[in-house]
């Protein structure tokens, strides 16, 4: 059994909207879904839990995904070269 929406209107800049939209998108939402999910996740603290429980995560594992990342970036940087441009 769903319940009865209701309608409202907002007034946002054009670059907000766009942005909203995307992020939207991005998550297989419509706008409106998008919208309502934001609102219930500010209003029942989900949106609190997890940014608590995301900074618990790097304070408690930070070091390790930072080494962990630059293990990755030098595993992956170009081979250098030599003075004539050339790979060494």
């Known amino acids: 059994m ?3 929406k209701k309608q409202t209107q ?3 800049e054009p670059d907000v909207l766009a942005a909203g939209k995307d992020a939207a998108a991005a998550r297989g939402l419509d706008f409106n879904q998008y919208v309502q999910r934001l609102i ?3 209003t029942t603290g989900a ?3 997890g940014m608590a429980a995301a ?3 790097l304070d408690v594992h ?4 930072e080494d962990l990342e630059a293990r990755l970036d030098a595993q ?3 081979a250098p070269r ?3 441009g050339a790979a060494a």
């Open 2 to 4: 769903s319940s009865a």
């Open 10 to 12: 907002l007034r946002l």
């Open 40 to 42: 219930t996740e500010d």
């Open 47 to 49: 949106r609190a839990a």
């Open 55 to 57: 900074q618990h995560l």
């Open 62 to 65: 930070g070091a390790f995904l």
């Open 76 to 78: 992956h940087a170009p």
């Open 82 to 84: 030599d003075g004539r």
